[in-house]
């Protein structure tokens, strides 16, 4: 298996623009999360799926930011529109059970 | 509320010694998992180990080791015979619950260097 696909790898963008991340889970993989990390707070889910449903979604920052998972092979973090305060590395997990396998993050930067 | 705490913020280790990196935790739950993962320079997040709270013996995955003591509430990774390429960022994580994947809470990293 290829492991999580999270494209870009790296995003610059400018302040107001609209930022889209995407993610491809392990296949047989039912939930997905995504994570943002950062030097100040560290690693922090933003909201996780199972099934394609979002189950919680209490650490997403605010309604700048949503998430869709369309199915079962794709999800989407999309921000809008963009702060530099959003500028981290953006990671897509994926589990069966209890392991979760990350994919390699988005950088994204916002100026 | 589920805490996770790693008091090392760096360690430095020779070659071929055994490193142990310390992570506790504080949850009021009987049921909880408690995993490790690796965040090399390149930065992604690599999953080493993983421990069940009611798993009977240590985990372990070839040169790691999760020494778990649950009435400390201890789950610190051990690494026999380090290597350079050990030298990384190292998380310990636990959730809550065992009713299947469930949301991570991450420590705050040990960075070890392993000098050669």
């Known amino acids: 298996d290829a492991g999580v696909i999270q494209s870009p790898r790296h995003e610059v963008t400018e302040m107001g623009q609209e930022v889209t991340l995407r993610c491809k889970p392990i296949s047989g993989h039912d939930y997905l999360f995504w994570y943002r990390q950062t030097m100040m707070r560290g690693l922090e889910l933003l909201i996780y799926f199972n099934n394609n449903v979002p189950i919680d979604d209490s650490g997403m920052p605010e309604d700048r930011f949503s998430a869709k998972m369309p199915n079962a092979s794709f999800s989407t973090l999309k921000i809008q529109p963009s702060e530099p305060r959003d500028s981290a590395v953006y990671f897509c997990?994926?589990?069966?059970?209890?392991?979760?396998?990350f994919g390699p993050g988005t950088r994204l930067t916002v100026t | 509320a589920q805490k996770i705490t790693q008091t090392q913020p760096g360690m430095f280790v020779q070659e071929k010694e055994a490193v142990t990196l310390d992570c506790t935790y504080d949850t009021s739950d009987p049921s909880y998992g408690l995993f490790w993962y690796k965040q090399p320079s390149s930065g992604e997040m690599i999953f080493l180990i993983y421990q069940g709270s009611y798993d009977q013996q240590n985990a372990t995955e070839g040169r790691y080791s999760l020494n778990f003591q649950k009435a400390r509430k201890s789950a610190n990774l051990v690494i026999s015979a380090s290597q350079l390429g050990d030298s990384a960022m190292y998380f310990c994580a636990m959730f809550r619950g065992l009713g299947g994947a469930q949301k991570l809470v991450f420590g705050q990293g040990t960075r070890l260097t392993i000098n050669p």
């Open positions: 997990a994926s589990s069966s059970i209890y392991e979760q396998y």
